[in-house]
């Protein structure tokens, strides 16, 4: 008997490349033959979204908040099972996206941090790499200290390299600067981290361009995984 395929719905545009970039990775490592095994998807790629880091940072965020639980019904009046959301930052508002559906919508940060927990050895500091707005809402940090490890932020100095990173780089279309993304990676290594999550779907994009450590998990690949599972396809490496 064949397994019952779901549609999955997808929160994107935040960015445009990050969510191009999860389509091919769900294609990708979704295990089919033929067409009709991959997982129906409906991707609602909503570009014009509000900055979320600024609406964290600023507490206005009531607009941004009204849009995400519209996009959220949109897709589940269109008849999909799950709900993927490909930006970390905007999990802050994780809680009032769920709410306003009656169908689960996938936490990627904590789906995150308990893979790192179950598939590294003996993980004890995770670091986060993720946008101001991601860090100062500590969602992962919660997400730690709920797993039983220790969260690790980069110095102020070194949080500069990963914004500019992720707007100055990636979010304009260029492929990133290897030089900051090794020196924020240094750093957490020197802070005696076993983990490094790549809690930005733009640093899925980095990951895409360039090799990173082993150490690093990204988020992105945790919520692909998930996705598929959830969709009733078989997820393949």
């Known amino acids: 008997m064949e397994n019952k395929i779901y549609k999955l719905g997808v929160i994107g545009g935040m960015g445009p490349e990050a969510t191009s970039y999860f389509y091919d990775c769900i294609t990708g490592h979704t295990e089919a033959s033929c067409d009709q095994e991959h997982i129906d998807m409906v991707i609602l790629s909503h570009a014009t979204m509000p900055d979320r880091t600024e609406a964290i940072i600023t507490g206005e965020d009531k607009h941004l908040i009204e849009l995400l639980k519209e996009d959220a019904r949109t897709l589940e009046q269109l008849g999909v099972a799950n709900i993927a959301i490909t930006c970390n930052t ?14 689960p ?3 990627m940060i904590q789906e995150s941090v308990n893979y790192a927990v179950r598939n590294f050895e003996d993980v004890k500091r995770i670091g986060i790499m993720a946008t101001d707005g991601t860090i100062n ?18 110095s102020a100095e070194r949080q500069q390299d990963v914004m500019s990173l992720i707007y100055d780089d990636i979010k304009a279309g260029k492929p990133g600067d290897r030089k900051k993304f090794d020196r924020v990676m240094k750093e957490f290594m020197r802070k005696g981290c076993d983990v490094v999550i790549l809690a ?14 082993s150490m690093c998990l990204d988020a992105m690949d945790v919520l692909v995984r998930e996705s598929i599972i959830r969709s009733g396809a078989t997820y393949k490496d």
């Open 90 to 103: 905007s999990h802050y508002f994780f809680k009032h996206i769920q709410k306003a559906v009656n169908i």
């Open 105 to 107: 919508v996938i936490n």
């Open 200 to 213: 930005c779907t733009e640093l899925s994009v980095f990951k895409r361009k360039h090799e990173v450590p």
């Open 137 to 154: 809402s500590r969602i992962y940090h919660k997400a730690c200290k709920e797993a039983g490890v220790i969260p690790v932020k980069p």
